[in-house]
């Protein structure tokens, strides 16, 4: 079987992601002390229970999310068919309505037996150094997970060395989906640079179609946006820095990557504000729209509603980032003052199995998490992914990560999404420069 390696590239990105990665909410009060049913402050952890409920926290309710959290929960029944399931989930993309709601049950000191949430600073800001978070060094020993995992990945979810979630995938954000149908009746070839995007759209707008279908409704997708058109135009390396300061959002460069935006902007559908990601997808399913910029949960959307890749679909690094790839993971771990900690134990050692993770993985359009899944069980997309996340350069995601710190996802999210509308390059650009300083992510 072979064994997907990985690049030491990943280090950067996880040093980048140890300083950036952060999450729409934060959580305020410290947590309560650790209970003794949660293993205790010391780590031990109770065995995996045999029978029980256990209720999982999650935002994947849409094509491809729900299929494959499904398919997860098969593998999971099969093995523990005494422990009943209770799926809590919130709606709406990239947590963006679950994280706040999230932060309230914590809060109260009632959580989920266990939560969806995104490797980096989203996991570590908002629930681990709050001591909200139950450490399972114990677990990934048991398991002999140290070598299983990318070292990398496992620091996405460490602090003080210690790991407190399980990875189950590996996302990548900012790639062009495209209407096959369309392209082929109109000759044209997916764009690899924005100069070809504007070439391309300017076609097909003169035929009456909708290039680029955006669905900003949650408004975290015209962040995702963004983000892509940054990294396309500051390249890797400040891409990683500028979200702690490192590279200034006063730059020129990042003037540049606004009035990108800008033109990108005129050739959406008009009712954008109206749509979520996956209906925006739906756009270029109906060939109502052509192109679509989004993370391969796309894919598992398009899949997941009978949509075939290679032929119904194609898709390209979102133009100018070829040679880079935006790392979104979810996980889940366990907090602490839970009812009944040997469930979730349960659930976690089957989440970080091969066999999980190969249920999981093929239907979501993401990759797994391990080193040791077959790549015969994705197809030709996802066994492309895999070769890129093992040779592209790594950078974290801000919409999804994001790739700043818990407090200033909020106002960039804010700036964008007004962006999107004004077009004010200028207030933009200062208003998110400021905010990056008044929210404590720019520290260089
Ligand atoms: C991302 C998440 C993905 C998918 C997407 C759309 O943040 O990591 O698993 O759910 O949002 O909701």
């Not at 880079?324 to 979730?344: A, E, R, S």
Request: overall charge negative; glycine content about 8%; aromatic content about 10%.
């Amino acid at each position: 079987m072979k064994v997907r390696t990985v690049p030491a590239r990943l280090g950067a990105l996880t040093a980048a992601a140890m300083i950036v990665f952060g999450a729409c909410s934060s959580a305020a009060s410290p947590a309560p002390a650790a209970s003794a049913a949660a293993g205790g402050a010391g780590g031990a952890l109770p065995s995996a229970a045999t029978s029980g409920k256990l209720e999982i926290f999650s935002y994947w309710t849409a094509g491809g999310e729900a299929q494959a959290l499904a398919a997860v929960e098969k593998v999971f029944n099969a093995q523990y068919p005494n422990i009943a399931i209770t799926n809590a989930v919130v709606a709406g993309g990239a947590g963006s309505n679950a994280n706040a709601v999230l932060a309230q049950r914590m809060q109260a000191n009632n959580p989920p037996d266990t939560f969806q949430i995104h490797g980096g600073a989203e996991l570590l800001d908002n629930w681990v150094k709050t001591n909200y978070m139950q450490p399972l060094t114990q677990l990934y020993q048991q398991q002999g997970w140290m070598d299983k995992f990318p070292k990398q990945l496992i620091d996405l979810v460490s602090y003080n060395g210690a790991p407190y979630a399980v990875p189950l995938d590996v996302h990548r954000n900012g790639v062009l989906w495209y209407n096959k149908s369309i392209f082929t009746q109109n000759n044209l070839q997916p764009p690899t640079t924005w100069d070809q995007f504007f070439q391309v759209a300017d076609q097909l707008k003169a035929k009456g179609i909708t290039p680029l279908a955006l669905g900003d409704k949650d408004q975290w997708e015209s962040l995702q946006l963004f983000e892509d058109i940054l990294l396309s135009t500051l390249g890797p390396a400040d891409y990683r820095s500028i979200w702690t300061g490192g590279f200034s959002w006063s730059d020129p460069k990042v003037t540049q990557a606004l009035q990108t935006m800008a033109k990108v902007i005129g050739y959406v559908n008009n009712d954008h504000a109206t749509l979520t990601w996956d209906q925006a997808d739906g756009l270029v399913m109906q060939g109502k729209a052509a192109m679509n910029i989004m993370g391969d949960w796309a894919k598992g959307y398009f899949e997941a509603n009978g949509w075939k890749p290679g032929q119904d679909f194609g898709w390209a690094p979102a133009p100018g980032t070829t040679g880079d790839f935006i790392v979104v993971t979810d996980t889940f771990g366990m907090p602490k003052n839970i009812k009944d900690p040997g469930q979730t134990i349960a659930w976690l050692e089957t989440l970080g199995s091969v066999k999980a993770q190969e249920a999981f993985n093929p239907i979501k359009g993401s990759v797994c998490a391990r080193l040791d899944c077959s790549p015969s069980v994705f197809d030709a997309y996802s066994q492309s992914s895999m070769q890129d996340f093992a040779k592209d350069q790594l950078v974290p995601s801000e919409a999804n990560g994001p790739a700043s710190i818990p407090a200033f996802l909020t106002p960039i999210t804010t700036a964008i999404a007004q962006f999107v509308n004004d077009g004010n390059v200028q207030n933009a650009q200062s208003t998110i420069a400021a905010a990056c300083k008044s929210s404590g992510a720019c520290t260089q």
